[in-house]
C-alpha cells in the first residue's frame, strides 16, 4: 500500500513510518521542514502543513491511507486540532484517500466509571486545554465523510518502552497505563492493514 504520514517527525510519527516500511509499505513521510529530519530512513521525505487542504492534498494524491500524528504546540490547542481536522476532510477527500487514523489523546476516553478522564476529579488544570483540543478536533472529524479512528494510549505512552509486537483494546482509559512507541504504531498499521474500527474512537494499552 502507499501510506502517507502526516506528523512524522515526532515520536509517534516516526515510529508509524518504521512500521509501515517493516510491513513493506510506500511510504510518504510529510514534516514541516525536511532538511530537519534527513535521518528519517525507508520513506519519501516531503514538507506540508496538516492545517492546509491544499498542502494535504498535494501530499496524499495517490496514497490509499493517510496517518496523522500532528501537534503544533506553539499554537493553541482548540485551533491547530479543528483545523487540521477540518483541512483533513476536505484535502484528503479531494486527494481520494478515505482512510485517516489518527493518533489521540487518553483524556478524551471514557475512564471506569464512563466520565472522560479530563472530566473526573483531581485532573490537572494545565492539560485540560489540550485535552479539549483534541476532542474538539474529534468532534470535527464526526462530522467528516472520511472513515476515521481515533487512536490513543489507554494512558500514556513509555517514552523508552521497547517493542514487543502486542498491544490490546482497552476497555477504558487507564491514565496508570503505558504503552510503548513501536507497539503502539504497531496499532495504528493494523488499522491502515485490516481496518476494524471505522469512524470510532478507542484505546490501546500494553499486550
Avoid at 515526532?10 to 518504521?18: D, F, H, I, M, P
Avoid at 483545523?83 to 483524556?107: C, M, N, W
Avoid at 478522564?117 to 483534541?134: K, N, Q, T, V
Amino acid at each position: 500500500m502507499n501510506v502517507v504520514v502526516f506528523g512524522a517527525g515526532g515520536r509517534a510519527g516516526r515510529q508509524a513510518v518504521a512500521e509501515a516500511h517493516r510491513r513493506g509499505h510506500e511510504v510518504t513521510a510529510v514534516v514541516r521542514d525536511p532538511a530537519r529530519h534527513d535521518d528519517l530512513v525507508g520513506a519519501r521525505v516531503v514538507a506540508g502543513d496538516v492545517t492546509d487542504e491544499a498542502a494535504i492534498e498535494q501530499a496524499a494524491a495517490g496514497h490509499d491511507a493517510a496517518i496523522v500524528a500532528a501537534a503544533d504546540l506553539s499554537v493553541p490547542p482548540h485551533d491547530f486540532f479543528t483545523t487540521s481536522a477540518r483541512a483533513l476532510a476536505t484535502g484528503l477527500a479531494k486527494a481520494g484517500v478515505r482512510r485517516l487514523v489518527l493518533v489521540g489523546i487518553a483524556t478524551v476516553m471514557p475512564g471506569p466509571s464512563g466520565t472522560r478522564l479530563m472530566d473526573e476529579p483531581g485532573f490537572p488544570d494545565e492539560f485540560r486545554p489540550f485535552s479539549l483540543g483534541h476532542a474538539a478536533g474529534l468532534e470535527e472529524l464526526r462530522a467528516s465523510d472520511l472513515d476515521w479512528a481515533y487512536i490513543s494510549p489507554a494512558g500514556d505512552f513509555d517514552h523508552a518502552g521497547a517493542r514487543t509486537g502486542r498491544y490490546k483494546i482497552a476497555d477504558h482509559g487507564d491514565m496508570a497505563s503505558r504503552i510503548s512507541y513501536a507497539d503502539f504504531a504497531i496499532a495504528l498499521l493494523d488499522e491502515v492493514d485490516a481496518p476494524r474500527h471505522h469512524r470510532a474512537a478507542v484505546g490501546v494499552r500494553e499486550g
